[in-house]
């Protein structure tokens, strides 16, 4: 069977986003509108997994679709929504918590490091995680999700759940006129450069909200007088930047660093070097600061902007899960009646 070349992505509105939110998976969402369907959810049901603080789950669901709008996602061409408003990745999450087995559920590696020693106390959403982001996916029968090196985890159950649907309603599936599988076996696309941005503090870390330095991260509505500080006094080792990226190795921070440059300016950490081997901090960090402020505080402005009119946020949320939700109740109805329910 052929499905629609299409695209599912969300990012959960759990904290402030930052520059490893825009450059590991915003900022990759605008080009796949010129080549597929695009669909990109605020994922807040996953947020609630673990507690928030209702007004800040509020107010991070119009800064992510903000921040979605002003990188460069059209919502007239993409579908953006926040997933709450589509009740059909709930009930299709139920069902696929009845296709999928306990063991899988216990292997997954972020369950684990979240829970750690104190997993009889986490909630049961957390546990369950996986088979929502399974729901989201094929709830649109996507064919393909970019996602990070964090994510394939939970990619490779998707692709477990859908096979395994389509190997128990094999019967069920023909009989309502699907030739062959009824989910698609989603793809990975291939991520981009910079996709672990590391904390300014610290290069051994991954950028995080939860920080202990305000200058370790850089977030994306931070102003331009601010980017250009957490840059400067980033930490470095004493060295020059080497002129090959071999030089690199056992040097996180200047890795790091020399990372984003080449993110934020489309170039490879070669052609980085090639410019800036062999001159000091003084020198790249000034140029990296300028690079950053043209790239994000434009952004920045623009989320500001947006977040400010929740009348026009809410209409383009509203409008979004309105087009989602024609997409998605009429798989939902084919899985129904899959499924044996009485309609």
Not at 142 to 165: C, N, S
Not at 272 to 301: C, H, M, N, R, Y
Request: aromatic letters at 8%; hydrophobic letters at 45%.
């Amino acid at each position: 069977m052929a499905f629609t070349p299409r695209v599912f992505s969300g990012i959960k509105p759990s904290g402030d986003l930052h520059l490893g939110n825009y450059l590991g998976a915003i900022r990759r969402f605008v080009p796949l509108q010129e080549t597929h369907e695009t669909i990109y959810c605020v994922v807040d049901m996953h947020a609630i997994t673990v507690w928030q603080d209702p007004e800040d789950l509020r107010r991070w669901t119009y800064e992510i679709a903000a921040a979605y709008i002003a990188a460069g996602v059209d919502p007239t061409r993409s579908i953006i929504f926040n997933q709450s408003q589509v009740m059909e990745h709930a009930e299709l999450s139920w069902v696929f918590n009845c296709v999928a087995r306990m063991g899988w559920m216990a292997r997954m590696t972020q369950f684990k490091d979240k829970a750690g020693e104190n997993s009889e106390n986490v909630s049961l959403g957390l546990f369950a995680y996986p088979s929502l982001m399974a729901a989201d996916i094929l709830l649109y029968k996507a064919t393909a999700v970019p996602v990070g090196e964090d994510q394939r985890q939970h990619l490779e159950l998707t692709r477990d759940i859908a096979k395994k649907f389509n190997h128990d309603f094999k019967k069920q599936i023909k009989s309502a006129g699907f030739k062959d599988e009824f989910f698609p076996i989603t793809e990975t696309l291939a991520t981009g450069p910079a996709m672990r941005v590391k904390s300014l503090k610290d290069g051994t870390k991954k950028m995080s909200k939860s920080e202990a330095s305000d200058l370790a991260t850089i977030y994306m509505m931070d102003g331009a007088d601010l980017i250009a500080k957490k840059i400067k006094r980033a930490t470095t080792d004493p060295a020059a930047l080497p002129s090959e990226v071999a030089g690199l190795a056992d040097r996180p921070e200047a890795e790091n660093l020399v990372g984003i440059y080449a993110a934020l300016s489309n170039r490879t950490a070669e052609a980085v070097l090639g410019e800036f081997g062999g001159q000091g901090w003084g020198v790249f960090k000034p140029a990296l600061a300028d690079l950053a402020v043209s790239v994000l505080a434009p952004i920045a402005d623009e989320m500001a902007r947006l977040v400010a009119d929740r009348g026009e946020m809410d209409r383009i949320l509203r409008d979004g899960a309105a087009r989602a939700r024609a997409i998605a109740q009429p798989i939902m109805a084919d899985v129904r009646n899959i499924v044996g329910f009485v309609r």
